[in-house]
């Protein structure tokens, strides 16, 4: 059984970077069908998709967060990664890792169809 | 892009039906039919209940429907029952972009 599991602090401070790893068990990340993706949800409030990656590197970003998010994988420990740069308390939020299903020959991403549990993080001094 | 437009709240009385809507444009929900649904309980990872529209993944209840027309989605829930009392997300494919909606509050009453 596929499981997705986010680690990383709990607690950043502002203006710095927030970093998280997440590990895929159950399952390869090098999957030809799947991207693999980052979903934040402040606290109290709805989802937002922050960018996606396939095992070979290539990657989707939401606009409003491109110029400060970085995602990548690592294959051979079956993990993804964020980074999230210059961080406010705007960034305060549970962060979900996802298996990003993918459509067609040009890989349209459609839906999350496994979830980790979700790390809470905290920016704050 | 913005995100998509859901209701706020919703109630419905156990064995009733209920119908969440969510409001897109051409870019996104009406021109791909890459609509998903999301059942989230508190302090819990969003499931997923509806995908590309209208299917359920195995092992989610046939009282979850999806359907779309133009560019509004609609999830529905018949036959309501206690444990469905939650937030209800949709999502679309916008473009090489994912939209959520804001959230649907379920309140079975």
């Known amino acids: 059984q596929l499981q997705l599991q986010e680690s990383g602090p709990g607690l950043v401070k502002p203006s710095e970077t927030l970093s998280l790893t997440c590990t895929v068990s159950?399952?390869?990340?090098?999957?030809?069908?799947?991207?693999w993706g980052w979903i934040r949800q402040p606290p109290g409030k709805g989802l937002e998709w922050i960018g996606s990656?396939?095992?070979?590197?290539?990657?989707y970003y939401n606009p409003s967060l491109k110029s400060r998010v970085t995602i990548s994988v690592d294959t051979s420990k079956n993990q993804l990664s964020l980074k999230l740069i210059s961080v406010t308390a705007a960034d305060t939020a549970v962060y979900y890792c996802a298996r990003h299903r993918a459509r067609g020959l040009n890989m349209m991403l459609v839906y999350f169809d496994a979830w980790g549990q979700g790390t809470l993080v905290t920016v704050s001094s | 892009q913005s995100a998509l437009t859901q209701p706020a709240s919703v109630s419905g009385s156990p064995g009733q039906s209920i119908t969440i809507s969510c409001t897109g444009t051409?870019?996104?929900?009406?021109?791909?039919?890459?609509v998903s649904w999301y059942q989230q309980h508190p302090g819990k990872a969003p499931k997923l209940m509806i995908f590309d529209v209208n299917n359920r993944p195995s092992g989610v209840s046939a009282r979850f429907s999806g359907s779309k027309s133009g560019s509004t989605a609609s999830l529905t829930i018949s036959g309501l029952q206690a444990e469905d009392e939650a937030t209800y997300y949709c999502?679309?494919?916008?473009?090489?972009?994912?939209?959520f909606g804001g959230g649907t509050k379920l309140t079975v009453l």
């Open positions: 159950g399952g390869s990340i090098s999957s030809s069908t799947y991207y």
């Open positions: 990656i396939y095992y070979s590197g290539g990657t």
């Open positions: 999502s679309s494919y916008a473009s090489s972009s994912t939209l």
């Open positions: 051409s870019s996104d929900v009406g021109g791909y039919d890459y």
